[in-house]
């Protein structure tokens, strides 16, 4: 089992920063992918970053591409989003998210894929 914790969410301007972390606990040696997703007021949870968990490979969806940054510090167990010039699209509930097989078909984005899930970290971009 892995247990996911979501923290740093908050209420910013747009064009302004954020920094969302996500501690894993339990059996995080089987974690092969981290992710973060988001819901927005709505709309379906989508994929925002993901990260090879080993290797550091990373992708992103194209609409936070160049302002978004997903790292991690394994040593802390612990994933990082670093939200650069916000807008208010950027605006929803988001989630750290796990995949403990160590290959995937098709998108990283499709939330089939991860096993488990945090309770979500609301962000709140205001124009």
């Known amino acids: 089992q892995v247990q996911l914790v979501e923290s740093g969410g908050g209420s910013v301007k747009a064009g302004g920063s954020l920094r969302l972390s996500c501690a894993a606990s339990g059996y995080t040696a089987s974690i092969y992918y981290m992710a973060w997703f988001r819901r927005a007021p709505g709309k379906e949870r989508e994929g925002v970053a993901n990260t090879y968990r080993s290797g550091g490979a990373t992708d992103y969806a194209d609409s936070v591409k160049g302002r978004f940054t997903i790292s991690q510090d394994n040593a802390k167990n612990t994933l990082y989003l670093q939200m650069n010039s916000l807008k208010p699209d950027d605006t929803a509930m988001y989630y750290c998210?796990?995949?403990?097989?160590?290959?995937?078909?098709?998108?990283?984005?499709?939330?089939?894929?991860?096993?488990?899930w945090g309770q979500g970290t609301q962000v709140t971009v205001s124009s």
């Open positions: 998210a796990a995949m403990t097989s160590p290959w995937y078909p098709g998108s990283w984005a499709s939330e089939l894929l991860y096993n488990y």
